[in-house]
């Protein structure tokens, strides 16, 4: 049986950590909590799970502190966690099944990662890390932000079917500037950014809604040498929604058929060809690519793309009800604004749709 060492970076953690370390309870043979700077009760939390505690001084860099807990680490495999995640009951007895039977010539484990999920807890982004590392395999970590975990050898790995759920607590003030504060004192120090870098500060900077500032961070990228094609997906994604929200709808486009060049057509980019139809009033066609992107629900599942859900889910089913009202197929109309509020139950749009097309139907009956 593999041995475990579970490694957290964390700093003001009250709310979350008792969470995520009880979410694990009896997975690790060790746990290595790195604080980088508390000032409220985190590392008292910390302490009645573990006796290992360690301070590191904070120097504006995730990989940093990371590589410093990674380097504490003493069994076979290190796993990584960040202190809103859990692993709810049947992941964390898969990942006690995988300990039993984790075969000796696996290097690393990826997981799939739930990362955010709306008002009615539809998913409505994932991806997929690496979780389970061996610890002397050459992983470290790089990326000022944003982190990701790379060897400077060659490994074999396993795509695993267990899942890491984030649940992040939710500031009533919006989006923490610290990521974006980071970044911007690494440039002012003349710190020259990592590819991955200038994406996640771009990233970043969309966040926040300097979106001219991101398509510029987006750019640059994109021009960086050998961009794999699903970071190029995303980053296209992104661009066309900074173009769409400062008012230039042809450089929207421009990205939309651009994404052609990487891939058959993904449900995002799916339903901007739908959107461009039903703007022209051209529904038959919109039809098409809203029924595409329900066909074709996404990135697949050991993919490490960032599939966002609801365009592969209840948009393309409300804007199919759309359609297919505005031809006069009202029973089609209905059958999609039905599944559409499956997702949305208290969409007031949605609701009143479906009133109404009952009625409608009910009628020609």
Not at 207 to 232: C, N, R, W
Request: aromatic content about 10%; some cysteine; charged content about 25%.
């Amino acid at each position: 049986m593999a041995t475990i060492s579970l490694c957290m970076i964390v700093r003001n953690e009250t709310k979350t950590l008792a969470r995520c370390l009880e979410s694990v309870a009896g997975v690790p043979d060790e746990i290595v909590i790195v604080d980088t700077g508390s000032d409220d009760d985190t590392k008292e939390i910390a302490a009645t799970f573990t006796s290992r505690v360690l301070d590191f001084e904070w120097t504006d860099d995730f990989a940093a502190a990371r590589n410093f807990s990674f380097a504490r680490a003493t069994m076979d495999y290190i796993l990584w966690l960040d202190s809103d995640d859990i692993l709810l009951p049947a992941d964390r007895a898969k990942l006690l099944e995988l300990k039993n039977t984790l075969a000796p010539e696996i290097d690393a484990v990826s997981m799939a990662y739930n990362v955010s999920f709306d008002a009615n807890n539809n998913l409505t982004s994932s991806s997929r890390r690496l979780r389970l590392v061996r610890r002397t395999s050459n992983f470290s970590w790089f990326g000022v932000v944003h982190e990701d975990l790379e060897s400077t050898a060659p490994y074999k790995f396993l795509n695993s079917d267990i899942v890491v759920t984030h649940q992040k607590e939710i500031a009533d003030e919006g989006p923490s500037r610290r990521n974006l504060d980071i970044f911007e004192r690494h440039i002012a120090r003349g710190v020259q950014l990592r590819p991955a870098d200038i994406f996640n500060y771009g990233r970043e900077l969309q966040m926040h809604k300097d979106f001219g500032s991101a398509i510029g961070q987006y750019l640059q990228f994109l021009a960086t040498d050998d961009v794999k094609p699903e970071l190029a997906l995303i980053t296209l994604n992104n661009l066309a929604t900074c173009y769409y929200m400062i008012g230039q709808p042809d450089k929207e486009w421009e990205c939309t058929l651009k994404s052609l060049e990487f891939d058959i057509p993904r449900p995002e980019f799916s339903c901007r060809f739908g959107e461009r139809f039903v703007a022209r009033e051209q529904f038959p066609q919109a039809i098409f690519w809203y029924e595409l992107a329900l066909k074709n629900p996404g990135a697949d599942p050991n993919s490490w793309s960032v599939d966002s859900h609801p365009f592969s889910t209840w948009l393309p089913h409300k804007q199919l009800g759309l359609c297919y009202y505005r031809i006069g197929d009202y029973a089609r109309s209905l059958e999609h604004n039905r599944a559409a509020r499956n997702y949305r139950p208290d969409d007031p749009e949605i609701v009143t749709n479906v009133k109404f097309l009952e009625s409608l139907v009910n009628q020609s009956d």
